[in-house]
Each structure stands twice: as C-alpha cells, then as structure tokens.
C-alpha cells in the first residue's frame, strides 16, 4: 500500500510542478527538476531496499541530486556512498486521506478564488487590502489528488487559513470525483493535516550528493 501511494505522489508532484513525467528506473523513478538552484532531480523510490538504494545513488554523478523514500533517515544512512548527506531536516511524512466535502467558508476578512489549469487546481486567499494571505494546489490523478505548496504568509497564520485552504481543495477533488488524497508533509504541515484527519503512512528519508 505504502508502494502505490508513494507511486501517486511521484506522479501526481510531477503534474503539481509542471516537470517532466518520472522516468522509470530499475529502483523507482526519477523526475528531472528545472530552475531550483537547490536541486537538479530526484529518485524516488517506492519501496526501500539496501541494493536499491546503493544502486540509485551509485547512478548519480551530477551535484544537488536527491534521493527520497520511506523510511527513517537512520536506516538508510549505513547504506549511501561517499558523497552522500542524509537531509534530517528536510525528512517528510507521507500522508493519506479518504476525502469528503466539508463545505468550508473564507474565515472573515478574507476571500478565496479557486482556478484550474489542466490537471492543476489552485486556491489562493487574499485580505481585504487583495494581498496573497494563503495559497495552496493539487494535482488530479483520476480517483486521487496530490496536495501540495500549501503555505500561509507569516502574517496571517493562527487564523485558520490553511485549514480553509485544504478543505476547499478537498471539495474541488470530490466534487471532480476524486476519492483519495495523498500528500508529503513537513513536521508543521503534519500538524495541520492531521487536525483534518489526513494519516500518516510512513516517513520520507531525504539525501543528497554533495561530491
């Protein structure tokens, strides 16, 4: 089960990003990343195996590719060759949720637009004075979404924007017939995502090769 979401999450980031499609590899896949200056591309593995791992990191040769899979960063650390950094700060959560409608309303003092272009679907929030108070989108795969970019400005947080935000974005996949969503959090996104009732699944371990 673990395999098939993070298998959604590949493909669905991908759509979210406007990268290329994942490029099938012998351990999982990888999706070349443009204009991030911290970031090259990125393998990505569904299940997490030593000789998967040794393999995928013994294909790179270009600086600022990453590595991301489930499992904890202490278990895959042994296992990556020189020139490897396991992230710890960057270590993520994949997280999934049977979605339903909740109908949300735009706390006061702010409005929501809600726009799709091809598979993507944005929500942004503004204040009364137009400014951008939080933002968020998805990727639709069908019969599932992949939430992603979900961010408040710090002006604005503690007034439940974001919860705002992801319910909208849920309504819009239901009402688009979707029935799962899945997303990849951070420490502080779990937080939020589990007040909504998103479930965490497995941790995401994040490396990099720094030559």
Not at 112 to 136: F, H, K, L, N, P
Request: glycine letters at 8%; charged letters at 20%; proline letters at 7%.
């Amino acid at each position: 089960m673990v395999a098939e979401m993070v298998t959604t999450w590949v493909a669905g980031w991908a759509v979210s990003r406007r990268t290329p499609p994942p490029v099938a590899k012998p351990w999982g896949y990888y999706i070349e990343v443009a204009d991030n200056p911290d970031e090259v591309g990125r393998h990505v593995l569904p299940e997490t195996a030593e000789s998967w791992v040794r393999s995928a990191a013994a294909s790179v040769s270009v600086p600022r590719t990453w590595m991301k899979m489930p499992a904890e960063p202490a278990e895959i650390e042994p296992w990556l060759p020189r020139g490897w950094v396991v992230a710890w700060e960057d270590t993520g959560h994949l997280m999934a949720v049977d979605l339903r409608a909740t109908h949300p309303v735009a706390p006061e003092g702010y409005t929501a637009t809600v726009e799709s272009v091809g598979a993507v679907t944005c929500v942004r929030v503004r204040d009364a004075a137009g400014e951008q108070a939080a933002q968020g989108q998805m990727a639709g795969l069908g019969e599932a979404v992949v939430v992603d970019r979900i961010l408040t400005a710090a002006a604005h947080r503690r007034r439940g924007l974001g919860d705002f935000v992801m319910r909208t974005l849920v309504d819009r996949a239901v009402a688009d017939g979707a029935a799962l969503g899945v997303l990849g959090a951070t420490d502080a996104g779990r937080a939020l995502y589990e007040t909504l009732g998103w479930k965490k699944h497995t941790t995401l371990a994040e490396c990099f090769y720094r030559p």
